[in-house]
């Protein structure tokens, strides 16, 4: 069995649901494999049993290259599965458990490129540094404590493994998720009149907001920008005029759109409807993440599309995602460009019976083994 292989089967072992996440002891075991290879990394932790590992191969110059990714993952969810989801079973080259794509295979295979690059004795130009987040799939709490340490200063080029088949993404779309409250005033059920009722408000405001037109540039990579309305809560009894309800609205961004200008939109048409329900709002951001787009000619694409080809003997599509990862908190900062290229299918992501291929986790070792050396040949 290859190197990349047991290392994804030993992370899969491991349980990181999140929440709680729990990922220290994935993250010591990841360590462990490093250090017995001679590379050096430390943890940093942000909670208990939770953490982030920096692992870096020096260089004696800026302009690192980062690879990037996490090792906490969804439930396994209510759907029974045919193998059981932390077992790490192989079957007709496939590994199959929760997070063989999203995304222990592609961090086993970042791991593999950095030890193996070490055991060849390559000296990178500037800093390979390889981080392994916590936290994300529910609030990106490790890559927000990765920017906030600067522990990536001077890093010029940073790769996201989650799942794109390795093909080549350069740009994600922006999360904003604003949580609406809208405050009436209660009365009897039956003299609505004497009352000032939330839900009536916030109901008109998700038809509005459905209908708005926020403006946006068309983006051929990212398509248009999104917004649903998932969850809303509101009232107390039938016969009581609710004096509160909450939305919480799901947008996604694209290049150009701005948080602030969206925002005050929300606040034009909700001044608009306190006309006739003449309710107290308030605003909460619950989850922001600006969109990102690498250009097309940077060499970071070109080194990846080239260690596609050279990888895996065939052309990589380039595109965008419509998710945001860990990318969108330590990219924008570094003013770093950013690709997102991994193994695993999109089609797997969160799904029942999640698998990756073997022979694309090999593949991933040396894609992200030759991005490296294109990158950082002193
Ligand atoms: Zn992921």
């Given at each position: 069995m290859s190197g990349v292989t047991r290392l994804a089967q030993d992370l899969i072992r491991f349980n990181t649901v999140n929440p709680p996440g729990n990922e220290e002891p994935a993250l010591r075991h990841l360590a462990a494999y490093l250090e017995a290879n001679g590379v050096s990394s430390e943890f940093q932790q942000l909670a208990p049993n939770r953490g982030n590992l920096i692992a870096r191969l020096p260089?004696?110059?800026?302009g690192h290259v980062v690879l990037c990714g996490h090792v906490d993952v969804v439930h396994p969810g209510a759907s029974p599965w045919e193998?059981?989801?932390?077992?790490a079973d192989i079957v007709d080259g496939r590994l199959i458990g929760?997070?063989?794509?999203?995304?222990k295979g592609g961090v086993a295979a970042m791991t593999q490129a950095v030890v193996e690059l070490a055991s060849d004795g390559f000296t990178p130009g500037a800093d390979l540094i390889l981080t392994i987040t916590c936290g994300e799939e529910v609030d990106m709490a490790g890559a927000k404590l990765l920017d906030a340490s600067r522990a990536l200063e001077g890093a010029k080029f940073v790769v996201i493994g989650e799942p794109t088949g390795l093909d080549v993404f350069r740009a994600e779309k922006g999360v904003l998720w604003p949580r609406i409250t809208a405050f009436g005033r209660t009365a009897h059920g039956a003299m609505p009149h004497l009352g000032v009722n939330a839900i009536s408000f916030i109901s008109r405001l998700i038809a509005r907001l459905e209908a708005y037109p926020f403006p946006f540039e068309p983006n051929d990579l990212l398509g248009q920008p999104t917004l649903s309305v998932n969850v809303i809560e509101g009232g107390v009894k039938t016969n009581v005029v609710a004096d509160r309800c909450t939305v919480d609205v799901d947008m996604r961004l694209v290049p150009g759109q701005d948080k602030d200008e969206i925002l005050s939109a929300i606040e034009s048409i909700m001044s608009e409807l306190k006309r006739d329900i003449p309710v107290r709002t308030e605003i909460e951001i619950t989850q922001f993440a600006a969109p990102v787009q690498t250009a097309e000619d940077s060499v970071l694409v070109s080194a990846a599309i080239e260690a596609v080809r050279a990888g895996c003997g065939r052309e990589p599509a380039v595109g965008g995602v419509s998710y945001a990862t860990d990318g969108a908190q330590i990219a924008p900062s570094l003013g770093a460009d950013m690709i997102i290229c991994g193994p695993?299918?999109?089609?797997?992501?969160?799904?029942?019976?999640e698998w990756v291929a073997i022979n694309q986790l090999e593949e991933a070792v040396e894609v992200y083994k030759s991005i490296a050396v294109k990158l950082l040949a002193a």
């Open positions: 260089g004696s110059r800026p193998h059981d989801p932390f077992r929760r997070g063989a794509t999203d995304m695993g299918g999109v089609d797997q992501l969160h799904q029942p019976n």
